[in-house]
């Protein structure tokens, strides 16, 4: 990668919508205390059995009930208290004009919206007779236009899609747009709604019922400016993205999680001269299953490598035991906590956050402001 | 042509094309197609369309997923990401890219859609009304994700060193994600990028529109006084971009430059466009490309004939161009709305524009509406030569991203001095 010579991109400020509650400093606590997360709720299919989930509690109804807004899906509404949350760490405004300010926002859309919306479509008397209110929240940019619409952001917005790496992959684009000028600020992130049609297709996929891990919803979103626009509205940075890298691996052709994450952070170290033995914390993601071992022994070999005491244990914290997996807000819960891991003030050293899921990998590297 | 003062790192040029449409499979019958102003639009094939009044839709057919995947298993993956695959191994035999040379690079794969793997959501709905099964087959659920449209790419292709992203902003995807592919050639980190978009016809999306009163009962007719709707559509477009210095070391075939693109949100209402916002976008486009209306000699439109769209877009254009536009066309009359594919394949027909010398039609037009008084090309394709184009995209949620392309002419070498003159 050339290096960056302008337009550094940083992060000012962020919030984070999860199981541990609303806010940054809910989201600190959560992370502090460790407290699990994952609660059990009641089946919707099935009432009377419980499925265990991280649920963001108590979501304000300020949201639900204004008009127009009714027919909004839980992952729509929820994306607009987490858009709200981010403005209000800001007393209410980025500081930029509408039109400079947009929106860079993963998510994997809501499963529920569009199944509920086609089932109409077989089951009332008329195929057409579907809830045109709803239809927006069919497609997944549904989250992300409607926060725009909701607090006037007119810049660039933007949704992805690409799994867990969904949150790092949204700062490597919103990094992007900072670079070529598009918008002054860009809020962001990820986020997903937690719903009983989520579990069903995730189970669907990890071989049966019950058989996927708990799920959480909710998000994290960043501010993200360069370091020069930042200094211009007189905003700190927290952090500086120093890079990001994404691999794909194929299991079926002999690769391996292990092996692709190991080379990933290799090349993200050597695309941002960064000496592995000055990275003071790693957040990993702890995916499910046999991957989590291949996560550990990729970044066990990472530390290993430089100068310093061979395999010395490197500070090392995962999110997904204690509020379930996020989806694509996962790796944007992890990016949080390697802001939000040593209090609020800026990084002091270089943090690495890492994410695998089947065949997908990726690590994005956040530096000190001073870098 | 003389654009650039980027340097050729920092140029972006298109070297590889592939299309899978209702007005054919291979970009050889989609250019003779537009410009032949040949009709894709037939009845309703993907679904049982009993209880709707009418149902018309850009239809692909004689679609052989078999024939494009050579790795990847095309039953892992549902009709979008075959679509998507289809696309992306014709762009990389047309850019004379060989797989091997493929996994070699760093590369970013981008798939713009609206519905993703929505046609087999749709699936699992029918299914579960008409078996009571509420728990979803698993070779079915495997399909759902939007992001396996990218991910089919890179499973058929055995990419490694690779950004896997699909970009799901509706209607106006595909030139998000060639927009991706621009940003991410210039920003320095990728010398190569597979972008483009792709839509399967889903039940979910026909009745959606359908209910919003947007679906014409026949034809799409663009710009016309008698307008009356959308027709849905699906299929893909895929382009494969590469920084100028990159092409130019190979020695690849260059189609044409992308000169930059523009994004703005209208924010202010989740259907109907807005004319600021897209006034916007259009003006972005301008100021990236460095190029001013006055340049631009044809606009692919997103031109989806629905009353709102056509007079907003054209009134929104004005503001920008003044009164004088060029040509603007829009290409839906004949390929129907192909959704997150729509705007791809509208860049690789202002491609095809450029390098084929024509300007393809607006099909189905009787009286052009002087709501929207453009010269929308009606029905017959013309001979022209534009050399700088503009494609614009739309979407739900007043995502709007708009493009701009240059035919591509390599200068022309200075001549060798003759012996003895």
């Keep these: 990668m050339r290096p960056i010579t302008a337009g550094r991109p940083v992060i000012t400020a962020w919030s984070a919508l999860s199981p541990w509650g609303e806010g940054a400093a809910a ?56 858009s709200g949350l981010l403005l209000d760490e800001l007393g209410g405004s980025t500081g930029t004009e509408p039109e400079d300010t947009g929106m860079v926002f993963a998510t994997s859309g809501s499963a529920k919206s569009g199944l509920d919306f086609t089932t109409a479509s077989y089951a009332e008397a008329k195929p057409f007779h579907v809830d045109p209110a709803r239809f927006p929240s069919t497609a997944a940019n549904c989250a992300s236009s409607r926060s725009a619409i909701w607090y006037g952001l007119k810049g660039p917005n933007t949704t992805l899609t690409g799994g867990d790496a969904g949150g790092l992959l949204a700062l490597a684009q919103a990094a992007r747009l900072l670079g070529q000028g598009r918008a002054e600020v860009l809020l962001a992130g990820a986020g997903e709604e937690y719903s009983e049609d989520r579990v069903l297709l995730e189970d669907a996929l990890h071989g049966g019922p019950g058989q996927a891990p708990p799920l959480a919803e909710g998000g994290a979103l960043f ?75 990729a970044l066990a070999e990472v530390f290993a490598r430089p100068g310093a005491e061979a395999g010395a244990p490197r500070r ?18 992890q990016t949080a906590a390697a802001l939000g891991a040593d209090g609020n003030g800026p990084l002091r050293a270089p943090v690495l956050v890492t994410s695998v899921e089947e065949g997908r990998v ?10 | 042509m003389t654009v650039g003062q980027r340097a050729d790192d920092r140029r972006v040029v298109v070297t590889g094309m592939g299309a899978v449409t209702s007005l054919g499979t291979g970009i050889p019958d989609f250019a003779d197609s537009l410009r032949a102003g040949r009709s894709g639009i037939g009845p309703l094939k993907a679904f049982d369309p009993t209880g709707f009044a009418h149902g018309n839709a850009g239809e692909v057919g004689d679609f052989e997923a078999a024939d494009w995947f050579r790795r990847a298993d095309p039953q892992d993956y549902g009709r979008a990401a075959q679509f998507t695959v289809a696309a992306s191994r014709q762009a990389i035999q047309d850019a004379g890219l060989e797989d091997g040379q493929l996994r070699a690079r760093r590369m970013l794969v981008s798939v713009g859609t609206t519905d993703g793997g929505t046609r087999d959501l749709d699936r699992l709905a029918e299914l579960r009304f008409t078996t009571g099964e509420i728990r979803p087959d698993p070779q079915i659920a495997a399909k759902t994700g939007a992001q396996r449209l990218s991910d089919a790419v890179v499973d058929e292709l055995d990419l490694e060193d690779v950004e896997s992203v699909t970009v799901p902003v509706a209607c106006a995807a595909g030139n998000y994600a060639v927009g991706q592919g621009v940003d991410a050639l210039r920003s320095g980190e990728y010398d190569l990028a597979l972008c483009g978009g792709a839509d399967a016809l889903t039940r979910k999306t026909f009745a959606g529109f359908y209910r919003l009163g947007a679906m014409a009962p026949d034809l799409c007719r663009p710009f016309d006084t008698g307008r009356a709707g959308m027709l849905v559509g699906e299929g893909a477009g895929m382009l494969v971009l590469e920084t100028l210095e990159s092409a130019l070391a190979r020695g690849a075939r260059i189609h044409a430059e992308v000169l930059g693109y523009g994004l703005s949100c209208d924010a202010s209402h989740p259907v109907a466009p807005e004319r600021d916002g ?22 692919c439109a997103h031109g989806t004939g629905t009353k709102a769209n ?25 390929l129907g709305h192909s959704m997150g594919a729509a705007s791809a394949l509208g860049a690789i027909a ?25 010269d929308c090309v009606p029905n017959v394709a013309v001979a022209a030569e534009p050399v700088i184009t503009q494609n614009n995209g739309m979407a739900f949620g007043g995502n709007n991203a708009v493009l701009v392309l240059a035919r591509f002419d390599l200068p022309v070498p200075a001549a060798t001095p003759q012996e003895g003159t």
């Excluded at chain 1, 914290?317 to 944007?332: C, D, K, T």
């Excluded at chain 1, 994005?364 to 870098?371: A, H």
């Excluded at chain 2, 006034?279 to 490309?289: G, L, T």
């Excluded at chain 2, 524009?353 to 002087?370: C, G, I, K, S």
């Design chain 1, 27 to 82: 989201f600190r606590e959560g992370l502090d205390t460790g407290w699990e997360a994952v609660t059990l709720v009641d089946s919707h299919h099935w009432p009377g059995t419980p499925v265990r989930a991280g649920i963001v509690p108590g979501v304000r109804m300020e949201y639900a009930g204004t008009r127009g807004v009714r027919s909004l899906d839980r992952l729509t509404r929820l994306t607009l208290l987490l």
């Design chain 1, 223 to 297: 501010l993200m400016e360069t370091a020069e626009g930042a200094a211009a509205r007189g905003r700190t940075p927290l952090a500086v993205l120093r890079g990001s890298r994404f691999r794909a691996y194929h299991r079926q052709r002999g690769g391996s999680a292990a092996g692709a994450l190991l080379r990933c952070v290799t090349d993200l170290l050597g695309d941002t001269g960064t000496d592995a033995a000055d990275i003071v914390l790693t957040v990993c993601s702890e995916p499910a299953g046999p991957l989590a071992e291949e996560e550990a022994a």
């Design chain 1, 316 to 333: 090392r914290i995962a999110l997904r035991h204690r509020m379930g997996h996020g989806g694509s807000a996962a790796s944007a819960f």
């Design chain 1, 362 to 371: 990726a690590a994005v590297l956040l530096g000190p402001p001073t870098d």
């Design chain 2, 278 to 299: 897209v006034a916007r976008a259009v003006a972005a486009a301008h100021r990236d490309a460095r190029v001013t209306g006055a340049q631009i000699d044809y606009i």
């Design chain 2, 310 to 334: 056509d007079k907003v877009e054209t009134a929104a254009l004005r503001d920008v161009f003044g009164a004088e536009l060029p040509p603007t066309s829009a290409i839906k009359s004949m």
């Design chain 2, 350 to 374: 202002c491609v095809l524009a450029m390098n084929q010398r024509f300007l393809p039609p607006t099909a189905n037009h009787r009286e052009t509406d002087p709501d929207c008084a453009v």
